[in-house]
């Protein structure tokens, strides 16, 4: 694993490090507003309660992997047919969701395989 202190300061910044540190997987927070429209990228949806997700989720395309919270009160209380994750609670499952797409045809294609 990898850290970047201080992080990409752009998703185009964050595409590079993808290809220049030769990675399998990069993980980027704050671009939702930047990828959420982009089938080429698998996002994790991070939420605080149900009106942030649903607010999230409008906006965002498949592929969605993950709808995360640490809100264990939010996660009881339901979604309908939404499945939560709650972190770190649900870490592996989380960490099973990122392999599965890691093998996925579509993620192949999102990074020109």
Do not use: W, Y
């Not at 264990?72 to 939404?82: D, I, K, P």
């Amino acid at each position: 694993m990898v850290s970047v202190d201080g992080g990409p300061k752009s998703i185009e910044e964050a595409l590079r490090l993808f290809d220049e540190l030769k990675v399998d997987l990069l993980v980027v927070e704050g671009f939702h507003k930047l990828i959420a429209k982009r089938p080429d990228v698998g996002k994790i949806i991070t939420f605080k309660d149900l009106s942030d997700l649903e607010e999230r989720i409008k906006e965002t395309e498949q592929p969605i992997l993950a709808l995360c919270t640490f809100n264990e009160e939010v996660a009881r209380g339901g979604g309908g047919n939404l499945k939560f994750l709650v972190l770190p609670r649900d870490k592996d499952e989380l960490i099973r969701a990122l392999e599965a797409f890691m093998r996925s045809p579509q993620s192949r294609q999102s990074i020109g395989l």
